[in-house]
């Protein structure tokens, strides 16, 4: 079955601008969940959607939000970029719920964002 | 607040010799633990993970890893290196409940394998 699908895979945007990322989970899967690889602060926890709901949210700034369709689909958007915002972002899609099931994470292959 | 360790940044070993990747973790009540690989320009693939039972988990390519509660710790195994194993490896953690699917990962080790 096909895997976690990011897109773009590259972009590259200026100070000040948004950018919306996109991914499409494996099908079945309910939470999706953001992350941010940086090679100074490494993996980070953005949010976590499931059933169109945020279920949990890491520390960054409001300009940093998400949201989830009813497919499951889920988009990120970064409003007001910084330089400090060019990362790797990844997007991860699981079957379960979390609680006291924890189920593997698939991750999809990021998307690459320089900001200039 | 649950925290990951990975001991050594960068790691090199010989073709043939043994891999071992440190990882401590910080918790009060063990938490669920999981090993990831990344390759280059490449998102994260699941090596293993231990939830709950047998302490000494196998995964793929070979790898396993063994819980230890006393020492909190959950280092990473492999008896004979590859040149295919060259990637960067990250130790995470997930809390038992209420923290949905929700990793917090280690800073990451950079495993090399020499000829």
């Known amino acids: 079955k096909a895997g976690v699908t990011q897109t773009p895979r590259y972009l590259i945007k200026t100070r000040g601008q948004q950018v919306t990322l996109s991914c499409s989970p494996i099908?079945?899967?309910?939470?999706v969940s953001w992350y941010q690889q940086t090679p100074g602060q490494g993996l980070q926890f953005l949010f976590e959607?499931?059933?169109?709901?945020?279920?949990n949210k890491g520390n960054f700034p409001g300009r940093f939000s998400g949201r989830q369709f009813s497919n499951s689909r889920s988009e990120m958007n970064v409003s007001t970029l910084e330089l400090g915002d060019s990362a790797l972002y990844l997007c991860?899609?699981?079957?379960?719920?979390?609680?006291?099931?924890?189920?593997?994470?698939?991750f999809g292959q990021g998307t690459r964002l320089t900001v200039v | 607040a649950q925290s990951v360790t990975q001991l050594g940044s960068h790691v090199s070993v010989s073709e043939g010799a043994l891999v071992l990747l440190r990882c401590n973790y910080s918790?009060?009540?063990?938490?669920?633990l999981f090993w990831y690989v990344q390759y280059p320009n490449q998102g994260l693939q699941l090596l293993l993970k231990?939830?709950?039972?047998?302490?000494l988990v196998k995964g793929i390519n070979g790898f396993e890893a063994e819980f230890k509660k006393s020492e909190t710790s959950f280092h990473l195994t492999k008896p004979s290196a590859h040149m295919s194993d060259a990637a960067e490896y990250f130790c995470?953690?997930?809390?038992?409940?209420?923290?949905?699917?929700?990793?917090?990962f280690g800073t990451g080790t950079q495993l090399k394998v020499e000829l």
């Open positions: 991860a899609s699981s079957l379960a719920g979390g609680g006291s099931v924890v189920t593997e994470a698939f």
């Open positions: 099908s079945g899967h309910r939470s």
């Open positions: 959607y499931f059933s169109e709901t945020q279920r």
């Open positions: 918790s009060s009540v063990p938490p669920y």
């Open positions: 231990y939830t709950t039972g047998a302490t």
């Open positions: 995470a953690v997930s809390p038992l409940t209420g923290g949905g699917n929700k990793l917090t």
